[in-house]
């Protein structure tokens, strides 16, 4: 990720992230909340950690719906995910698995094995074509940019 984004980011208020990522959330997830995937997340917090924007957000799942709160709130997490943005972005865009990138520690799951075992199987069940046609064509450009520049310094050093 962009070092310019970092300070940004970490300061857009609470509200406005929420405001983004709670109808984002439910736009990609849509078929699972209906589909009562998510009730796993009844009553337990997750947290999503993204290392290097430092950006934390905690996330649970309420009467059908998908629900954030604030870092104010000190929600004590049941799982949390790390990473720094660069990898989600090629998680999100199929570019990585999340297994490897775990066993290559790049991606952290801490807590609940058995709670963070169906967050993860939960993402790598969201299928990238169904995403909005302008959330989809960013991700997939992104994901294939960070590959590409990924593979040419691997082989630049290798």
Not at 78 to 85: I, P
């Amino acid at each position: 990720m962009p070092k310019i984004l970092q300070p940004s980011l970490r300061f857009v208020p609470f509200s406005a992230q929420k405001s983004v990522l709670i109808p984002a959330l439910h736009s990609i997830f849509s078929e699972a909340i209906t589909d009562g995937d998510f009730e796993f997340l009844q009553d337990k917090w997750l947290k999503i950690s993204i290392l290097d924007l430092q950006l934390n957000w905690w996330l649970s799942f309420d009467q059908d719906q998908l629900i954030m709160a604030s870092p104010k709130d000190n929600i004590a997490e049941d799982v949390s995910f790390s990473a720094n943005g660069d990898d989600l972005v090629l998680i999100a865009g199929r570019k990585q698995d999340p297994d490897t990138l775990f066993f290559q520690r790049r991606l952290k799951i801490e807590g609940d094995t058995e709670l963070g075992l169906e967050v993860k199987n939960l993402i790598d069940a969201i299928d990238i074509e169904q995403l909005p046609s302008s959330i989809h064509d960013l991700v997939d450009f992104s994901a294939c940019f960070l590959q590409n520049t990924h593979d040419e310094l691997a082989v630049a050093n290798g």
